[in-house]
């Protein structure tokens, strides 16, 4: 899988590969625009891939996996029904940041 945008992760998360998520390690920059990558074990270590290797040399990380996605978009649905995809991009962050789902009901 080449590089895709946090909004199609959070849009698609069904179509995508059961691995880790690895996006640029700044996620203060991080738009539901940002690229990144599903990499496993293997692909990581194939350095003859040039995908690979940017993840790489640009110090990339490892974000979620796509059952940690799921399940936040899982808690979005049950707290507000019909999120927005900037309500998921919101659970996404609030997850990385805090290991813990974000609330939306008081």
């Not at 895709?4 to 998520?21: E, T, Y």
């Not at 270590?45 to 990380?61: G, H, P, Y």
């Not at 919101?90 to 997850?95: G, K, R, T």
């Amino acid at each position: 899988m080449d590089f895709i945008a946090i909004r199609d992760v959070l849009s698609n998360i069904k179509d995508m590969p059961n691995h880790f998520f690895y996006l640029p390690a700044d996620h203060s920059s991080w738009t539901l625009d940002t690229q990144g990558r599903f990499l496993d074990d293997d692909a990581l270590n194939n350095f003859d891939s040039d995908l690979s290797q940017k993840v790489i040399e640009e110090d990339w990380i490892p974000t979620l996996e796509k059952a940690d996605i799921e399940d936040i978009i899982e808690v979005a649905n049950n707290e507000l029904g019909n999120p927005t995809l900037e309500d998921l991009f919101n659970s996404f962050i609030f997850y990385i940041e805090n290991d813990a789902f974000l609330q939306y009901a008081d």
